[in-house]
């Protein structure tokens, strides 16, 4: 499915929502996929969505994984510099927390292609960079 | 040996602005071919349907209320993509 029609990124919290079959998340997947957009899921936001869901869970998140409506963002070599151009400009430094890395991945993935990001939590989005265009979860 | 064939000809009817667009497109080098443009959007929506039988299978249709509010975001964001395109 092509990324035209662009989308969201979508941070740890967006994940594991969908992983524990949130239906605020699941629907904006859904909606997605109706009209053709996309959800993009950045590597960095993994480790923190696995460690925030049930074992049981984790079949349901990797399949959004292989949904035709979601891209996955790896994390290069090249990436890695660029996240670490994200973490050293971070707005708020003492913000940062034990996802920072994971929300700098969002916040790279946001700015490379000009999208808003899916998120359950703001504050941290908004220590990297307060100007992110956020949709927030219910 | 003779190849197995993957394509099949038939003939399509589209309204004359939808037909005459893509033949500019084609017309203009941006599409390979029309017939290239109609498979495209063909695969398109088998896949986008094809995904949303997927997911209601597996977790069901979200509930009225959630899905209100995702379409209610894609609308918004569509506006948004339409006003800075």
């Known amino acids: ?138 | 040996m003779a190849r197995e064939r993957t394509t099949k000809k038939i003939t399509i009817t589209l309204p004359i602005e939808d037909a005459e667009a893509v033949e500019r497109l084609a017309e203009a080098g941006e599409v390979e071919s029309v017939s290239r443009y109609v498979t495209e959007a063909v695969a398109f929506r088998r896949a986008r349907e094809d995904g949303l039988a997927v997911l209601e299978r597996r977790f069901g249709k979200p509930p009225a209320e959630a899905l209100e509010w995702a379409r209610n975001l894609v609308a918004r964001r569509i506006d948004q993509r339409d006003r800075t395109a």
């Open chain 1, 1 to 138: 499915m092509t990324a035209a029609f662009g989308g969201w990124v979508l941070d740890h919290h967006a994940v594991a929502a969908w992983a524990r079959v949130q239906p605020y998340a699941q629907a904006l997947v859904w909606s997605a996929m109706e009209v053709g957009m996309t959800v993009v899921v950045p590597a960095a936001v993994l480790p923190l969505a696995y460690a925030d869901t049930r074992e049981q869970d984790h079949d349901v998140l990797r399949e959004l994984l292989e949904l035709p409506v979601t891209l996955f963002d790896p994390l290069t070599a090249a990436e890695a510099r660029e996240l670490g151009r994200v973490l050293a400009t971070a707005a708020d430094p003492a913000a940062l927390k034990l996802d920072a890395l994971s929300l700098a991945h969002v916040v790279h993935a946001a700015h490379r292609r000009g999208w808003a990001v899916l998120t359950g939590n703001a504050t941290g989005l908004r220590a990297l960079d307060p100007s992110l265009d956020l949709d927030e979860l219910p």
